[in-house]
């Protein structure tokens, strides 16, 4: 007999969760072979949305060639570096922002000015003062990731427990001990809430200056598949693409349970 309030056992939340993926999974697969049919009936013109199966020829072909390396690699390489300087500076910031008002009252105009502001609008400006290399292509990706960190740092900052505050306080520890050992740790989770936004952001957006840009990377292979009208391989690159967030969003949010594994316990 179960007591009121008692988790669930580990095997029967574990079977739930399965059931559930197995659903989802269920139902992709009857989108991809209903989109299947409709091309091969010529529902759909197969011109423009090819079937699903040359898609996935493609993308194999793609993969087993080893085509995919070199402008994946590029594609990481500058979501890699922008997420992690853009992460880094705006954590710190909202650290000091979170705890002292006069920082805050002092940057909130300009931030609130820059943050509700579309990044690819500042693409062109960008293009014009730092051209269409790397650098270009680092600001906008890190201006994108730089907001929603901010914004969830402080506020996580502000959430900081006052009690733990003052009992670091009482017990001789320096601000800075207090900042990093007692509000940082309780800021953490929504720390990474706003990274996990600002990764899929970052994908967006390095995916939009490849575009722009026209040179290298998974999103330059895209629009010159486009113009060149191979509609399979566009498709395919779009697969990649698809794949690539998958996996980057399932890695984080393991990362994510190591790391604050406390915060997300359920109470007993």
Same mark, same amino acid.
């Given at each position: ?66 085509? !995919? $390396? ?5 594609? %990481?390489? =500058?979501?890699? /570096?922008?997420? &992690? +300087? #853009?992460?880094?500076? @705006? ?99 929504? !720390? $990474? ?5 600002? %990764?899929? =952001?970052?994908? /967006?957006?390095? &995916? +939009? #200056?490849?575009?722009? @840009? ?55």
């Amino acid at each position: 007999m179960s007591t009121p309030g008692a988790r669930p056992a580990p095997q029967a939340s574990r079977r739930a969760l399965a059931v559930d993926a197995l659903a989802g999974v269920g139902t992709f697969a009857v989108l991809l072979l209903s989109l299947e049919w409709a091309v091969r009936t010529g529902k759909v013109n197969a011109a423009l949305i090819p079937a699903p199966s040359l898609v996935a020829v493609k993308t194999w072909e793609i993969v087993s060639r080893g085509e !995919i $390396l070199a402008p994946l690699g590029a594609t %990481l390489y =500058l979501l890699a /570096v922008a997420s &992690v +300087v #853009a992460c880094a500076l @705006a954590v710190a910031a909202g650290l000091l922002m979170g705890r002292h008002p006069a920082l805050h009252a002092l940057f909130e105009p300009l931030l609130e000015i820059l943050r509700p502001l579309p990044k690819p609008a500042l693409l062109p400006p960008l293009m014009l003062f730092l051209g269409l290399g790397d650098a270009m292509k680092l600001t906008v990706i890190g201006l994108g990731v730089f907001f929603p960190t901010l914004i969830n740092t402080i506020q996580g900052v502000r959430g900081a427990d006052p009690v733990q505050i003052d009992v670091a306080r009482t017990f001789g520890h320096p601000p800075s001990a207090v900042l990093l050992k007692v509000v940082l740790p309780s800021a953490l989770p929504l !720390i $990474l809430s706003g990274m996990r936004i600002s %990764l899929g =952001l970052g994908l /967006v957006l390095v &995916v +939009v #200056a490849e575009m722009m @840009a026209g040179t290298g990377g998974v999103g330059y292979l895209i629009i010159d598949m486009q113009r060149t009208f191979q509609v399979a391989r566009m498709y395919a690159w779009i697969m990649v693409l698809a794949v690539l967030g998958l996996l980057l969003n399932h890695l984080f949010v393991r990362l994510e349970r190591r790391a604050i594994h406390w915060a997300l316990q359920a109470p007993a």
